[in-house]
């Protein structure tokens, strides 16, 4: 199973940009693999799905970042990324990333905190 652990979050004003950085102490051969994808809770609301990327490349995003947000991975560094531009307060959560491009297949990590305020 893919150990993944989050990074990258912080503090931002509406408007700004992060980037999110998640990487893992597995295999490159095992990583490289796998499909991957970032999540996100909101205070009170389920976690969801809303960036995943295939082991080719392949990207799929939730209508709520679609064109602020992209995803992607450097496999030669086992690492996974989120930018995030164009930040907006309701993008405020803990978020997390994953195994798999439909549904979470591995054990979840501590997340990392977003705080968009002014």
């Known amino acids: 199973q893919v150990q993944l652990v989050e990074s990258g979050g912080g503090l931002v004003q509406p408007g700004g940009s992060l980037r999110l950085s998640c990487t893992t102490s597995?295999?490159?051969?095992?990583?490289?693999?796998?499909?991957l994808a970032w999540y996100r809770q909101a205070p009170g609301k389920r976690r969801e799905l809303i960036a995943a990327i295939t082991y080719r490349g392949d990207t799929k995003y939730a209508d709520s970042v679609k064109g602020r947000f992209t995803i992607s991975r450097d496999n030669a560094k086992n690492t996974l990324y989120l930018q995030m531009n164009s930040l907006k307060s309701e993008d405020t959560a803990v978020y997390y990333c994953?195994?798999?491009?439909?549904?979470?297949?591995?054990?979840w990590g501590q997340g990392t905190q977003v705080t968009v305020s002014s």
């Open positions: 994953n195994t798999g491009f439909i549904s979470p297949l591995g054990s």
């Open positions: 597995s295999s490159r051969i095992i990583f490289s693999a796998s499909a």
